[in-house]
């Protein structure tokens, strides 16, 4: 059944299109992000990430977590250095996964 699911992920990932402007498109990379299929693989790969970083500032105390859709917000009360180290090693173990990260 795995082999069926990720062929039929692929057939819908290659031959999506779109009209815009009078014009039929092709996405090239990806897919609409409004498509259930494209949410559904999104929240796959953002639990993973929900999880690592749970998981890092779990020992934490008075630190909040939350994220809608595709973006993740957490505030951070230790040292701007050891953020650093965890978002660097978070980008090392997702580095198929473009993303961009703010603090501010």
């Known amino acids: 059944h795995i082999t069926k699911i990720v062929r039929l992920t692929s057939l819908f990932l290659h031959n999506n299109r779109f009209y815009y402007d009078g014009k039929i498109y092709r996405f090239i990379k990806g897919g609409p992000s409004n498509s259930g299929l494209i949410e559904?693989?999104?929240?796959?790969?953002?639990?993973?990430?929900?999880n690592f970083l749970i998981n890092q500032s779990s020992t934490k105390q008075n630190e909040l977590y939350g994220r809608c859709q595709n973006q993740i917000f957490f505030t951070w009360n230790q040292s701007l250095n050891e953020l650093e180290q965890?978002?660097?090693?978070m980008k090392l173990d997702y580095h198929h996964l473009n993303f961009d990260i703010h603090i501010g």
């Open 40 to 50: 559904t693989i999104s929240n796959i790969y953002l639990n993973l990430m929900d």
């Open 86 to 89: 965890i978002l660097k090693s």
